[in-house]
């Protein structure tokens, strides 16, 4: 069932569920967000919609099928299994205490396809991460990653989340519209060369260098899709191209 309006025991008024007009960061979470949320305009208050109904009962991921997760509104001192970063409000544990996910890294897909791509989720970064160019994110957290059927490109979450807030923390979205919207200006230079990097041992001949950017791009548009929640159609067009010119 779709709630398009509810009440939330963290907030007055009632939050209705709708596309927010700007990036967020949710009131639950406290992590960034697009699209369609649960909100209040009047107060400028945002939850992610896993954040405004969370499950009510024990839930489980594929990548730790033998944890049960329960919902907390916070604890102290908890990083993310999957992206790394720490846990400032909403959150999900296990019942040993042992794993703890944000609401939006709980739900990430196991597995992405677009274009001829396929990606798989994992626990631990089977060779080293295109962005951060490591296998593990710190001693203390490892830190899931995206890696395709070919074995050629591997992001870790952690880097793809990190890439987007830095750049909505540098002003990317603000005033030049939406971040899945085809045709704003948003989508110019959220991708820098450093960002897509050649494997070792790769050819740096132009047409290589091109094809290997393109797939790059198709990796990354799956995954940024896959961690905030929108449909790979309304970020077609975030990741084009536009570094490789002729």
Not at 29 to 45: M, S, V
Not at 92 to 97: A, F, I, L, P
Request: hydrophobic share 30%; proline share 5%; net charge positive.
């Amino acid at each position: 069932m779709k709630y398009t309006e509810i009440e939330h025991s963290s907030h007055h008024h009632p939050l209705l569920l709708k596309p927010a007009k700007t990036p967020y960061i949710c009131d639950g979470c406290r992590e960034l967000g697009f699209g369609t949320c649960y909100q209040c305009e009047a107060c400028n208050f945002h939850l992610h919609k896993e954040c405004a109904l969370p499950n009510s009962h024990p839930s489980s991921h594929p990548l730790l099928k033998k944890c049960q997760f329960n919902f907390y509104e916070s604890k102290e001192n908890r990083v993310c299994d999957a992206c790394a970063k720490d846990l400032q409000g909403y959150m999900y544990q296990c019942s040993n205490g042992v794993h703890d996910l944000h609401p939006s890294c709980l739900n990430l897909e196991t597995k992405l396809r677009s274009e001829g791509v396929t990606l798989c989720l994992v626990e631990k970064a089977p060779s080293r991460c295109l962005k951060c160019d490591r296998k593990e994110i710190s001693e203390r957290v490892k830190g899931w990653a995206y890696v395709s059927s070919c074995g050629r490109y591997c992001y870790h979450v952690a880097c793809v989340k990190k890439m987007i807030l830095d750049k909505w923390e540098e002003g990317y979205f603000v005033g030049q519209g939406d971040l899945f919207d085809p045709s704003s200006l948003a989508i110019q230079g959220i991708v820098t060369n450093q960002d897509i990097v050649l494997p070792g041992g790769s050819s740096s001949s132009s047409s290589k260098v091109k094809k290997y950017a393109k797939m790059a791009l198709i990796v990354l548009k799956l995954i940024i899709s896959s961690i905030f929640g929108n449909p790979i159609d309304g970020i077609s067009a975030l990741l084009q191209p536009l570094l490789f010119n002729s």
